[in-house]
């Protein structure tokens, strides 16, 4: 157990909507990442949350959106889902953006998207 | 980008066995993370490894930094083993995954 906590576990939406996934840092963590994993694949850096600021960004259209709260917990917005957006969505939380073993990320359970 | 990639592929292993797992660099590794992927989808953390070598019970892993590679070593292998490795590559503020070793251990 990591520690880090996301809600829900499965999820399906219609093509189209809008969806939340939320997630919960390990306690004294103030960094927040979410990663989408594609069926088969290994999982994307989706962007990075520290200390309520977004703190890098991957290749990703700016329908995914996020936040982070003062508790260092984090959601993961998508608008206008697409069919291609169906993935399990991971959060991993650290405990700082300074090096070595600060960057060492933990991840949660993950949620299972599927978009129909 | 930086480009990360992972041999082989896929391993089935008879249980007992041992196998090693590897990890190639494009670009320098300073930084670098295992974990083992289980069937509900969670990755659990094996070792965090920028340089040296570690080992926690029956998995060991090495990284050679200058060389651009990283091993994992499972011995004595079990079919609680099976499952996705994946490794991955921390630089600034994001983790690069390889396309992970799909391990399958037989009893």
């Known amino acids: 157990e990591t520690g880090v906590t996301q809600s829900p576990t499965h999820l399906i939406k219609t093509r189209g909507q809008q969806v939340t996934l939320r997630c919960s840092s390990q306690?004294?963590?103030?960094?927040v990442s979410w990663y989408q994993q594609a069926l088969g694949q290994g999982p994307q850096f989706i962007f990075q949350?520290?200390?309520?600021?977004?703190?890098g960004r991957g290749n990703f259209p700016p329908r995914f959106s996020g936040l982070q709260f003062p508790n260092y917990s984090s959601e993961l917005n998508v608008n206008a889902l697409e069919l291609d957006d169906s993935a399990l969505y991971l959060c991993?939380?650290?405990?700082?953006?300074?090096?070595?073993?600060?960057?060492?990320?933990?991840f949660g359970p993950g949620t299972r998207l599927t978009v129909t | 980008g930086i480009q990360v990639e992972q041999s082989p592929p896929d391993l089935i292993l008879q249980e007992g066995a041992n196998s090693t797992l590897r990890c190639n660099f494009s670009?320098?590794?300073?930084?670098l993370q295992w974990f083992h992927q289980n069937p509900w989808g969670q990755l659990i953390n094996l070792f965090y490894?920028?340089?040296g070598t570690k080992q926690n019970g029956r998995l060991s892993a090495t990284t050679v930094a200058t060389e651009r590679y990283s091993l994992l070593y499972i011995s004595s292998s079990q079919t609680t083993d099976s499952g996705v490795y994946f490794c991955?590559?921390?630089?600034?503020?994001?983790?690069?995954f390889g396309g992970g070793t799909r391990v399958l251990v037989k009893p």
């Open positions: 490894i920028p340089s």
């Open positions: 991993a939380s650290s405990s700082g953006t300074g090096g070595g073993s600060s960057l060492v990320q933990y």
């Open positions: 949350y520290y200390r309520e600021e977004e703190n």
């Open positions: 306690s004294g963590h103030n960094t």
């Open positions: 670009d320098s590794v300073n930084n």
């Open positions: 991955g590559r921390i630089a600034g503020n994001k983790l690069t």
